[in-house]
């Protein structure tokens, strides 16, 4: 089994590139898909209850839109959510690998992971790819899904710079053209990841940081 780590930075289109990859077959695992079955946990509710008081809904939920203006405000409150979530979110991850190995040893599994370098859990993949658009798109593609432009900046300032993601890149994808453009060629990679896949001496991407898609 392959396991890749797809990464990028908000706004790039890594969610995007993921759906397309799992349309074509492949097995795909979502970090923030995970975490918004976490929030729904007691154990974990209680918990962000304890750090950040009231930001849940009248029905019990967790406002994640409350809880997001305090984290990118708070770099201190961030890290202490991230210590709540990560380790979590980590043990699902390699849950799903064992699950997906065990029924498909050539499988190709793709986690979509938006820190993986800032924890440095990039380490565990076989393969990563960083989904790759300029400041001034990722600017743009927020303000289009509804934010201020202020709060734009600052969702892409909490993270590590795109710049400084790609250089820990096996693949890179530009993702700066058409959707179309960007099923092409994601398809395109996925027929190489397959017969990486498929392959019993794989032993590490040749191009570290050079192959572009």
Avoid: W
Avoid at 6 to 27: D, E, N, P, W
Avoid at 39 to 49: F, M, N, P, Q, W
Avoid at 143 to 153: H, L, N, T
Wanted: net charge positive; with cysteine; aromatic share 8%.
């Amino acid at each position: 089994m392959l396991k890749v780590g797809l990464t990028g930075s908000i706004g790039t289109g890594k969610s995007t590139v993921a759906k397309i990859f799992k349309k074509l077959g492949a097995y795909v695992i979502s970090a923030d898909e995970i975490v918004h079955k976490l929030l729904e946990e007691e154990e974990v509710k209680e918990k962000v209850r304890k750090e950040f008081g009231d930001v849940f809904t009248p029905e019990g939920k967790v406002d994640r839109k409350k809880l997001a203006q305090i984290v990118f405000n708070d770099e201190k409150k961030r890290k202490v959510l991230e210590g709540i979530l990560h380790p979590l979110v980590f043990k699902e991850i390699e849950r799903f690998f064992k699950e997906v190995e065990g029924k498909d040893p050539k499988a190709v599994a793709v986690a979509e992971v938006p820190l993986m370098i800032e924890t440095g859990s990039y380490k565990n993949y076989d393969i990563v790819i960083v989904v790759y658009a300029p400041h001034d798109l990722q600017l743009k593609r927020l303000i289009k899904k509804g934010m201020s432009a202020e709060e734009a900046e600052k969702r892409i300032k909490a993270q590590m710079s795109i710049e400084e993601k790609v250089k820990y890149a096996d693949i890179i994808i530009e993702n700066t053209g058409s959707l179309k453009e960007l099923e092409k060629e994601v398809k395109k990679l996925y027929e190489i990841l397959k017969d990486i896949a498929s392959c019993s001496s794989y032993s590490g991407f040749p191009s570290k940081g050079r192959g572009k898609y």
